[in-house]
């Protein structure tokens, strides 16, 4: 007697199946790829809008301490907390003679996002500025 060539029924059935499994498996790996690329890119032009307000900070106005805020293209939101800044060691010595200029910490948040899904990226600088002009550090 011969044997027939071909394949069953169940076996086609099962192909399927474990190709329908790896293809869903295969659509979920893609689609997590994306919402990645797409989060990178948020957060590649918040810190392109951040590197452009941090580098443009105070070239037309004196740097003075202070919270400012504002928006970048509609959807991006940015606040920036401005204090003068010493090093650690220096924080608790005694005041020695007034210098001409006074660093400053630039603190940055840019927020985008839903409320509720909001997302933040912070950066932080050193900025040189000229003392007051009344002689006293802030």
Not at 102 to 124: I, K, P, Q
């Amino acid at each position: 007697m011969r044997r027939a060539r071909g394949f069953s029924l169940l076996e086609v059935v099962a192909a399927m199946l474990l190709l329908a499994i790896a293809f869903a498996a295969l659509m979920q790996v893609a689609g997590g790829a994306i919402r990645l690329s797409g989060s990178a890119a948020d957060y590649s032009r918040a810190a392109l809008w951040a590197r452009s307000l941090l580098d443009g900070a105070f070239v037309l106005e004196p740097l003075q301490p202070g919270s400012r805020s504002g928006r970048f293209d509609g959807r991006y939101r940015w606040q920036l907390d401005v204090r003068p800044w010493r090093p650690a060691q220096e924080a608790n010595a005694p005041p020695g003679p007034a210098s001409p200029l006074v660093l400053y910490r630039l603190d940055l948040a840019v927020s985008w996002g839903a409320a509720g899904r909001e997302r933040v990226a912070r950066f932080s600088t050193l900025r040189v500025a000229s003392a007051p002009a009344n002689g006293n550090a802030p």
